[in-house]
């Protein structure tokens, strides 16, 4: 079974500045998904970014990017010039392919932007 | 164009009774998988259908079972409610031939009292 570990319970950033959130992962894949989701106070669970485990290219989406480490199974968000909005559960989660359907997610990072 | 929708929004059932949650997929998906999210953790796994047919399931009790209709709507039932199935309920979509990026609804708020 994999297992997805967020290390930092809580984190809080003042606006405009950068913060970064540490996921680890253990596995003894090698094909397989990482995504970033996120959760504000509305539940619902919204996709950030998604990472290819085969693509040693780095996923960047807009404010959002992630340091990838396949040896390390290591899967950092960082969030550069963070926003009010920004505020919100964070969770890692990963994904066994092809032949797997579900999500295995971390325990979540609370993200606090501060005004 | 509707996301994920799921009803009810927020539910109260006492212990040892039977509940009934519902999903409406995202346009154009046609698998769905549901999620159970107690508080302060991640969500969990429940199980996935596709075709009307269970595709893979979590480590969930028998008393967890569901349904997907033709339209690909899905119900969750829980029976024999306990104190602990207190969570939040996740429905997820995806298209089965992209299912790598799921689209979630805001989920049920279950109380079992």
């Known amino acids: 079974a994999q297992t997805v570990t967020q290390s930092q319970p809580e984190m809080s950033v003042q606006e405009a500045e950068t913060v970064t959130l540490s996921c680890t992962y253990d596995?003894?894949?090698?094909?397989?998904?990482l995504f970033w989701y996120k959760q504000p106070p509305s539940r619902q669970m919204i996709l950030v970014i998604r990472?290819?485990?085969?693509?040693?290219q780095n996923a960047t989406e807009n404010r959002f990017s992630v340091n990838f480490q396949k040896a390390a199974k290591s899967f950092s968000l960082k969030i550069s010039d963070s926003q009010l909005g920004d505020t919100a559960m964070y969770f890692c989660?990963?994904?066994?392919?092809?032949?797997?359907?579900?999500?295995?997610f971390g325990a979540g990072t609370t993200v606090t932007v501060r005004a | 164009d509707a996301g994920v929708t799921q009803s009810p929004t927020h539910l109260i059932k006492t212990r040892g009774q039977q509940v009934t949650l519902r999903c409406s997929p995202k346009?154009?998906?046609?698998?769905v998988s549901w999620y159970q999210q107690a508080l302060g953790q991640g969500p969990q796994f429940i199980f996935q259908?596709?075709?009307?047919?269970?595709?893979q399931r979590g480590n969930f009790p028998d008393r967890f079972s569901g349904h997907q209709f033709p339209n690909y709507s899905s119900e969750l039932n829980v029976n024999a409610l306990l104190l602990g199935d207190s969570a939040l309920y996740l429905c997820?979509?995806?298209?089965?031939?992209?299912?790598?990026?799921?689209?979630f609804g805001s989920g049920t708020r279950l109380t079992v009292v």
């Open positions: 997820a979509s995806s298209p089965y031939r992209a299912n790598y990026g799921y689209t």
């Open positions: 596995t003894s894949e090698n094909n397989y998904y």
């Open positions: 990472q290819e485990a085969y693509k040693q």
């Open positions: 989660a990963f994904m066994k392919r092809p032949s797997d359907y579900k999500l295995s």
């Open positions: 346009s154009g998906h046609d698998t």
């Open positions: 259908y596709y075709e009307e047919e269970e595709r």
